[in-house]
């Protein structure tokens, strides 16, 4: 039996210990008094006594079904335990508890097994009603607890949408446990019995409270201030769900308190049928969808189409005599639904006053934002709506130079003068981290002391990074308001939308980071840290500045933008995403700018199956998010660990460790790998909570070159040609495998015993290898583990594109434009006269973005000089594309006459 530090996940703990119980019980059944028999009945009561602390927090198969197992267990009844053991085991990794009852004795010609739940159509699952589970706190007994379920059980009705079974626990600690145990949970009933600690003391149970907060903070309080001060826990880790207060305080006791997640307040009544009816409409207000099911509606309705789109209810295809294979292929339904209408309970992209509308404020809510706005082309495109909206020309925008395209393109629309902030870089694996927050602080002080801070209007950053560096955001939001106060942010979160719905993730998003910062602004304790920091930083240099953990002002502005690529990481069509806002001036400020910016940039024929795939993820995630997300890092931390301790592999991979990708001085708490052989896992919470940077562990980045391979000969020859396993990113030695909410341990599995087979067929060859061919081989892992090229930073904009030598913003508009004139450029060939022009003292300017991929973002804007280090990377490259590079003509560059023009109309337009 594996030890319980193997294992992150308590879920993961639990179902391997019912799947181990369930095999080791059908072989004793099978041999009772065979050879071996005593170790297993040994080994069958260690796993009851395991199970025994884990089942209190979950409804199925309940503690009376679980302790009548044990008993024919210990009565020797193996034949009836075995086959009870069965059954509970088949429904929890069917779900089969879901949708029916689940008998654990065998009935009168019952068969072993009911329909296989897996075999079920979607139409059929899809009839059935969706079951969540009601946590009932309260410190009962046995006949009292009874007494409790079978009350709230006497509720349901048969028309009720949904179906629930009950949970009670007795204590703050339990509940706490059980909201980031049991992801069936959805709703919270805290009764005024309730007392503060758990009894249970298995420690990766006790682990979910720190991620809590623990209990610590309320041990001083009085029992009757138990149940408020745990919904307010319960907001902090899982703000989805439900809760409802039953308490015997009057009205103006209970009105000043924050009760967090707080639905409800009942005051001393037994009043089961209000309950019963409010948990329902609780759940029933998350499982809404609103354009979804107007869609639905619409597409069942008869229509005449005298309009555009003549695919509209499937009729040039139903009619067609050769594209009928489309019609097979898609089904009915995605035609009956595809229409230009805005009309017949349907609604506007562009001007939504009804189910958009409705949609868009219910993703608000989940995603913890002021205003959300669907977009049906991608993040590229929700990029440029903010960045038009809130830049205007001559703005100074501070850009992570690592950052995707679209980034820099929206600055060539938006006319901003951009600062380029350089990450760290991973010099050993060809890519970047993230960029420090005292280059951040730096850029800021500098700008500062040249009298500009006035038209410093945002700071860009991509949250978590493709490689999965993930940003301090609250940290590094305090610190530049303490600079800036009305600094606006935008996070780029393209690839970090499932992080809402985990605790550990959440507190590191950007509107979870804003929401936190509005409410600290605004207590009293904020406004005597700031003076007091004040009266201590009184003529301070910058490089005292650069030291301090900044504190901001109370009157700072908290102006935050978060655009997500919701299809990458959540349940959405292909460039189904979605722009999250949380700005205090945006009501008075931007409203009318942003509403301009994106009818510029949406489609006035958006995609409603895209809009409807957002509305339905967004229930998802508000109803499950929180499960799938947690099953989605348990893949990942899974396949950490098995790459990392297997012998074979560890010969030509590695997985590459927070250590690796984020030096020593940005990880504060020293944590170096979120496992290790000798302790096992390593509880992140501390180092999401205080480090600088973290590694999100769901993008597991794959050293390969000691197998001879490049990344990009890995990605393509070995894994996609041979193996058929689709990865996206590459460096120079690295892979990176990307788990999502719909990773299974399945496909963990299969990617393991692929790596293993590539290994054991490198074995193999090296063996039969001769000498030179083992030189070869040892060439080509040398190359790419040691002879690596070091990563440039940005070299600066040309004196054409700066107004002045004080600071390094640069004017990326006019040179983008400049390249419009083809009489303005010139092409060098790299080896050549590219070398040449460097060695003769030119300065060579970029004409053109040039953007190799991988690492793919600009190693070259327009207006750039090109360094000699940024020559040696591009000769140093072996990858097969370079955006905006031709081979057959080289570098684009600027002439020196059309530099020298420019310049003398600068310096005429400064004399003017």
Not at 559 to 570: D, F, G, P
Not at 719 to 732: A, F, P, V
Request: aromatic share 10%.
């Amino acid at each position: 039996m594996q030890s319980v530090n193997e294992y992150y996940s308590a879920v993961q703990l639990r179902f391997d210990r019912w799947s181990a119980l369930r095999e080791t019980m059908a072989t004793l059944a099978r041999n009772p008094d065979g050879r071996g028999s005593v170790g297993m009945r040994k080994r069958v009561a260690e796993l009851f006594d395991a199970l025994t602390v884990i089942e209190p927090y979950w409804a199925f198969p309940g503690m009376a079904a679980f302790d009548m197992l044990r008993r024919q267990f210990e009565h020797g009844n193996l034949d009836a335990a075995a086959f009870g053991i069965h059954r509970v085991t088949r429904a929890l990794t069917s779900g089969a508890y879901r949708r029916r009852h689940i008998p654990l004795e065998r009935e009168m010609g019952d068969s072993e097994d009911h329909e296989d739940e897996a075999l079920l159509s979607p139409e059929a699952r899809a009839l059935s009603k969706p079951y969540f589970e009601v946590l009932i706190v309260d410190d009962v007994n046995e006949q009292q607890e009874r007494w409790l379920k079978s009350n709230v059980a006497r509720m349901r009705r048969h028309e009720d949408p949904f179906i629930y079974e009950s949970v009670v626990v007795p204590s703050v600690e339990d509940a706490l446990i059980a909201v980031l145990f049991n992801h069936n949970i959805q709703a919270i009933v805290v009764r005024p019995g309730l007392r503060l600690k758990s009894r249970t003391e298995l420690a990766i149970l006790k682990r979910h409270l720190n991620r809590a907060g623990g209990a610590e903070g309320i041990e001083s309080m009085a029992p009757e201030d138990y149940g408020p001060e745990l919904c307010r826990l319960i907001a902090r880790v899982r703000p989805e769900l439900d809760a409802y207060l039953v308490t015997d305080r009057s009205v103006e006791d209970i009105a000043g308190l924050d009760l967090g997640i707080c639905r409800r307040v009942f005051y001393n009544q037994e009043d089961f049928l209000e309950l019963h009816l409010n948990i329902l409409r609780g759940v029933q207000a998350r499982y809404k969808t609103p354009f979804f099911t107007a869609l639905v509606n619409y597409s069942k309705q008869p229509t005449g189409v005298f309009h555009a789109m003549p695919i509209s209810r499937g009729k040039s295809i139903s009619r067609s005599h050769w594209i009928q294979d489309m019609g097979a292929f898609y089904g009915p339904n995605i035609f009956l639904a595809e229409t230009s209408a805005t009309s017949g309970g349907l609604d506007s992209l562009l001007e939504p006053h009804g189910p958009i509308k409705e949609a868009q404020e219910y993703a608000a809510r989940a995603f913890g934002s002021k205003q959300t706005f669907f977009a049906t082309n991608g993040t590229s495109t929700c990029n440029k709506i903010v960045v038009q909206a809130l830049v205007r020309p001559g703005d100074i925008v501070l850009v992570d130079r690592d950052c995707h395209k679209s980034h820099h393109y929206g600055m060539v629309l938006a006319g901003a003068q951009v600062v380029y902030l350089d990450s760290y870089p991973l010099n050993d694996y060809s890519m970047y981290g993230a960029v420090p927050l005292r280059e951040i602080k730096h850029q800021l002080l500098a700008l500062k002391a040249a009298g500009k801070l006035d038209r410093v209007r945002m700071l860009l950053l991509t949250n978590c990074t493709f490689d999965g560096v993930v940003y301090n955001v609250e940290r590094v939001m305090e610190e530049c308001l303490a600079i800036k106060p009305d600094l606006i942010f935008l996070w780029d979160e393209a690839w970090f939308a499932f992080a809402r719905f985990g605790p550990t993730y959440r507190q590191r998003t950007a509107m979870n980071a804003a929401n936190n910062l509005r409410e600290r602004l605004r207590s009293p304790e904020q406004a005597k840290a700031w003076e007091k920091q004040q009266e201590k930083l009184k003529d301070a240099s910058d490089a005292t500045l650069m030291k301090t953990r900044l504190v901001a002002p109370p009157d700072a502005r908290v102006r935050v933008y978060a655009t997500q690529s919701t299809h990458k990481t959540l349940t959405a069509l292909r460039q189904g995403s979605m722009i999250h806002v949380n700005d205090q001036d945006f009501k008075g400020q931007v409203e009318q700018s942003f509403h301009e910016a994106y009818m510029t940039h949406t489609s006035t024929s958006p995609n409603y199956q895209i809009i409807a795939s957002l509305d339905v993820g967004r229930r998802q995630v508000e109803l499950e998010g929180f499960e799938f997300v947690q099953r989605q890092v348990e893949a990942a931390m899974a396949m950490r660990r098995a790459i990392s301790t297997h012998p074979l592999l560890q010969k030509y991979f590695k997985v590459l460790t927070a250590g690796d990708m984020i030096p020593a001085e940005f990880r504060e708490s020293g944590v170096e790998s979120y496992y290790r052989a000798d302790q096992g896992w390593v509880d992140i919470w501390e180092c999401w909570e205080k480090d600088e940077f973290v590694l999100d562990a769901t993008r597991v980045t794959l050293a390969v070159g000691g197998t001879g391979w490049d990344g990009d000969t890995f990605k393509t020859r070995i894994l996609m040609d041979k193996y058929g396993i689709q990865i996206n990113k590459t460096s120079r030695n690295t892979v990176l495998f990307m788990t999502n909410i719909g990773t299974t341990r399945s496909s963990v599995a299969y990617l393991i015993e692929v790596l293993v087979e590539i290994a054991r067929s490198l074995d193999d060859l090296l063996d039969d290898a001769s000498k030179m061919e083992r030189m070869a081989f040892e060439k080509r892992v040398r190359s790419l583990v040691e002879e690596l090229p070091p990563l440039p930073d940005f070299s600066r904009f040309h004196d054409a594109f700066r107004a002045d030598q004080v600071t390094s913003e640069g004017d990326i508009r006019k040179a983008f434009f400049l390249a419009y004139d083809e009489d303005n450029c010139d092409y060098l060939d790299l080896t050549g006269s590219l070398r040449a022009a460097l060695d003769s003292g030119r300065e060579v300017v970029s004409a053109s973005f040039i953007i190799p991929y991988p690492p793919g973002f600009p190693i070259l804007v327009p207006g750039q000089v090109v360094s000699r280090e940024i020559l040696d990377f591009m000769l140093a490259l072996d990858v097969n594309e370079i955006h905006g590079y031709r081979p057959d003509l080289g570098l684009r560059v600027f002439t020196d006459d059309a530099l020298a023009r420019l310049a003398g109309a600068g310096l005429a337009d400064a004399a003017e």
